[in-house]
């Protein structure tokens, strides 16, 4: 835990310095979807091709210099773009390189160079926000019509007690299931008449009345980052006994491929306020629901620095240790026995009971098989 605390120091340490930027929102997840990773690398390199290479690495600057003016200033500005890495025009430079210190030892990091979009202008802002706001209308409008064919459909989830229902464009309940019959669960769950249930939302008379495949009842599109899901907003429920209020509930709908149609999980996140949600592959069919596209993080590629002397030690040890692997692979089928079976460890016990896993290689795990004797 400790050295992934200092690797995770070091990487804030040469993005910062070496000024590269990705892409990046406050709703990323980072340990999910890391921006960069360090990557350690088998091979070496020595100590004098290491320091040319950090001696002649472009500095990356995130603010750039103002351009000087006149013959000396043209040479001096030219000379900062080469060293900047790619502020100037026709520049490819694509890594620069960084020292980096760990456990006493040092490494030569190969940073690579993301530049960022470059800002858009005033009519490119407006048109861009112009274009979204069209785009969030059109797959409000969509996301209803793909989940249209819910229509008549019920979905159930069972949290301990309590048993609810989704009854498509109609109502949400929350109920006791009744007791299984003959020790069998039935599915889907029945209410349980001799205990209370409750409407946590439904829609009204007028927004019933709709053709099907219209925009349902307080439905609108929310996005949490790059992730967007059809949100339907639903009141008319069973008063609540603390706030004297009606129940209301949020029912988001999600894109989830994987599987049909269900409940992921429904909460109460105030009194008598609730919150469900639903997986559906219904809503994949629109590329606005598809979840974000998982992106590679920028690989950090380090390489252990050692003079000649050590470069010639550590390659022999690991020729070495090739040759070594190399035996026990010949060796193996030596250890085979007869009709080419491996031979059987012997068993071992301990007051009856049979030990296995230590010296078994069938098994990975440790075994304990009770054995009754009479």
């Not at 600057?61 to 500005?77: L, V």
Request: glycine fraction near 10%; include cysteine; charged fraction near 30%.
């Amino acid at each position: 835990m400790a050295r992934l605390g200092i690797l995770i120091l070091l990487l804030g340490e040469i993005v910062a310095r070496s000024g590269v930027h990705g892409m990046f929102s406050v709703h990323d997840d980072l340990l999910a979807f890391p921006q960069y990773e360090i990557k350690f690398r088998d091979d070496v390199i020595l100590k004098e091709e290491a320091e040319e290479r950090l001696s002649s690495a472009p500095i990356i600057s995130s603010n750039p210099r103002p351009k000087a003016t006149g013959t000396a200033g043209e040479d001096a500005s030219s000379d900062t773009a080469r060293r900047e890495g790619g502020e100037g025009e026709g520049s490819h430079e694509t890594e620069t390189y960084e020292a980096l210190w760990l456990n006493g030892r040092r490494y030569l990091c190969s940073v690579p160079i993301v530049k960022p979009a470059p800002p858009m202008n005033a009519t490119e802002k407006e048109l861009s926000r112009a274009a979204e706001e069209k785009e969030l209308v059109r797959a409000t409008t969509r996301g209803w019509e793909l989940l249209s064919d819910l229509e008549g459909q019920c979905l159930y989830f069972v949290s301990g007690w309590w048993s609810y229902s989704y009854c498509h464009n109609h109502e949400i309940r929350q109920f006791h299931q009744k007791p299984p019959q003959n020790g069998v669960n039935t599915w889907p769950p029945a209410e349980d008449p001799a205990t209370p249930s409750y409407i946590l939302g439904q829609i009204s008379p007028e927004a019933a009345k709709r053709a099907k495949g219209q925009k349902g009842e307080g439905t609108e599109l929310q996005a949490t980052g790059e992730l967007r899901f059809l949100v339907q907003k639903l009141g008319g429920g069973t008063t609540c006994d603390l706030t004297g209020k009606e129940r209301k509930i949020e029912v988001q709908f999600h894109c989830n491929s994987q599987g049909s149609d269900r409940i992921g999980w429904i909460k109460e996140v105030s009194i008598c306020c609730y919150l469900m949600v639903v997986y559906t592959p219904r809503l994949c069919n629109d590329v606005a629901f598809l979840p974000p596209r998982e992106d590679r993080a920028n690989s950090i590629s380090c390489r252990e620095i050692m003079t000649p002397g050590q470069m010639e030690k550590y390659y022999a040890n690991r020729a070495k240790e090739e040759e070594g692997r190399a035996v026990k692979v010949l060796k193996r089928p030596q250890e085979l026995g007869a009709g080419g079976e491996a031979k059987k460890p012997e068993i071992k016990t301990l007051g009856g009971v049979v030990l296995r896993g230590a010296d078994d290689p069938s098994t990975d795990d440790v075994e304990i098989v009770i054995r009754h004797e009479l």
